[in-house]
Nanobody
Framework: QVQLVESGGGLVQAGGSLRVSCTTS????????MGWFRQAPGKEREFVAA????????YYGDSVKGRFTISRDNAKNTVYLQMNSLKPEDTAVYYC?????????????????????WGQGTQVTVSS
């Protein structure tokens, strides 16, 4: 397992933008597939986005396609989630997750059970 630390959450108005980050220590970050999930009060955890080890493959949940962009910088051991055109329904705690094992295709990326490390979460609140 790897320790993940999210940052960048906060309060933003509807239509605005926010970028959250997830950083880890260690020298094996580039081996991990990375994902973002979110959970709103009273709701199940929802897949948001994921990226493979190289950044060459990305996956998105239907509710965020075209608005959110996931990216990674392996030199900085960091994965980003750029969120644009935010809506009140995007309000949730956003969690970063890592999967070390291969493969990392859509079958693994969307499934929270396939990840073996999780961050503590960062709150994103979108006001109407």
């Amino acid at each position: 397992q790897v320790q993940l630390v999210e940052s960048g959450g906060g309060l933003v108005q509807a239509g605005g933008s926010l970028r959250v980050s997830c950083t880890t220590s260690g020298r094996t970050f580039s081996l991990y597939g990375m994902g973002w999930f979110r959970q709103a009060p009273g709701k199940e955890r929802e897949f948001v986005a994921a990226v493979n080890w190289s950044g060459g493959s990305t996956y998105y949940g239907d509710s965020v396609k075209g608005r959110f962009t996931i990216s990674r910088d392996n030199a900085k051991n960091t994965v980003y989630l750029q969120m644009n055109s935010l809506k009140p329904e995007d309000t949730a705690v956003y969690y970063c997750a890592a999967r070390k094992l291969l493969p990392f295709t859509s079958m693994q990326a969307y499934d929270s059970l396939k990840y073996d490390s999780w961050g503590q979460g960062t709150q994103v609140t979108v006001s109407s």
